[in-house]
């Protein structure tokens, strides 16, 4: 490993985590210092703060952060923590909250949770229509969770009449869900950004890998370059002076089934013209999908950094910069609607989330395609594993 990796690495490791800053940002409305407590409070006339859930389609893991952001809710006190039952779907997962959750300060409003289908452009206006009919018309929701990169659009589209906390986005400011990373550009708008994610993680693989063409399978729409990171790609390219091959899969309205069958189609078709793969989030990518990938890769002996993190590299991709928790991003948001029950505007709370940079790497297939990893690299690495 070279000197410029080591000063790299050493940059990524010694990045500090801004998770629980809460201290707003500069903002062009007042105040501008002032910290809001995270302790459970009820509304002004004694009843409980509504919540309402705005899901962007069927994913994994907007089930997964909803949990965490209830567990976060509950460490603060703001209910009675109690266990959801995993393997359910986003709106099995708001239901089973709507009926079981115990607090004295919250409610998870049953019939206050919208879906567009399984990520169906066609049915976006019409869902959009029915949230903005029943905030503007019935005002009985406090707060939205918007999550996904979709929801999170549709809610800023319709200029946020309620507090909007935005979860899992891949990058809301390239999706024009924020202004930009310190201020939402609207008052009841807030997302959990985090600067130049993908970019790190592109740095590192090329100077780990240095490879010449690098490979990108993602949906050719707005919202599937935004999953894919294609702006950071592009940014990266440029600086590295590495070129970029792509290829475009179906996503949106699609069945998994048929989303995973192209989305490895295309993996197929790339790894015959790059040597480097950038393997990004996409829904047809289930854990299953992710191990068949890994496989052709290996035999291929095409080098692979999953973006999504550590859970890809243990399926046999090689390396990732693994996120921190689920539940550290769950706290994030959790702390976000609390301080907004206790008086702030969510444009007033920071948005800057930005988790250790922890490597991953796969050893099994570091051998299998001939890459060998420095003495430095392994000292650096924080998860190390080996293929199946």
Not at 13 to 25: D, E, I, K, N, V
Not at 26 to 46: E, M, N, R, V, Y
Not at 63 to 90: A, F, H, T, Y
Request: hydrophobic residues 40%.
């Amino acid at each position: 490993m070279n000197a410029r990796f080591r000063s790299l690495l050493s940059f990524f490791l010694c990045l500090p985590s801004l998770a629980w800053s809460q201290t707003p940002p500069a903002d062009p409305s007042p105040p501008k210092t002032a910290l809001f407590s995270t302790h459970p409070s009820a509304k002004s006339d004694g009843t409980k703060w509504r919540l309402g859930y705005y899901e962007s389609g069927d994913y994994e893991d907007y089930p997964r952060i909803l949990r965490e952001i209830v567990g976060g809710l509950g460490k603060l006190g703001w209910l009675d923590s109690s266990e959801i039952p995993s393997g359910l779907s986003g709106k099995e997962t708001w239901e089973f909250l709507a009926r079981n959750a115990r607090s004295e300060s919250l409610e998870f409003v049953s019939d206050a949770y919208w879906k567009p289908g399984n990520f169906d452009a066609a049915q976006r206006p019409a869902v959009m229509e029915q949230v903005k009919a029943r905030l503007s018309r019935r005002d009985d929701i406090d707060l939205i969770i918007a999550m996904g990169t979709w929801a999170g659009q549709d809610m800023a589209a319709l200029g946020t009449p309620v507090p909007t906390v935005v979860a899992s986005t891949s990058d809301a400011v390239g999706a024009r869900i924020v202004s930009s990373a310190v201020d939402s550009g609207q008052d009841n708008l807030h997302a959990r950004v985090q600067p130049e994610r993908y970019q790190r993680q592109l740095r590192l693989f090329h100077e780990t890998v240095g490879f010449k063409t690098l490979g990108v399978v993602y949906e050719d729409s707005p919202a599937g370059r935004t999953y894919a990171a294609v702006d950071a790609v592009a940014q990266v390219a440029q600086e590295k002076g590495f070129s970029v091959k792509k290829c475009d899969t179906g996503s949106s309205g699609a069945d998994v089934r048929d989303a995973t069958r192209s989305a490895l189609r295309c993996y197929e078709e790339l790894k015959t013209k790059v040597d480097a793969m950038y393997v990004t989030v996409h829904r047809g990518l289930t854990p299953h999908a992710v191990e068949e990938l890994a496989a052709s890769l290996r035999h291929a002996k095409i080098p692979s950094f999953a973006m999504l993190g550590a859970q890809e590299v243990r399926a046999g991709l090689l390396m990732s910069l693994t996120q921190a928790d689920y539940s550290y991003v769950g706290r994030f948001h959790a702390e976000t609607i609390a301080r907004i029950f206790n008086g702030a505007r969510p444009r007033q709370l920071t948005q800057i989330w930005v988790d250790p940079a922890k490597i991953a790497l796969n050893l099994g297939t570091a051998r299998q395609i001939g890459f060998d990893p420095s003495l430095d690299m392994l000292l650096a690495a924080d998860e190390i594993y080996e293929t199946r």
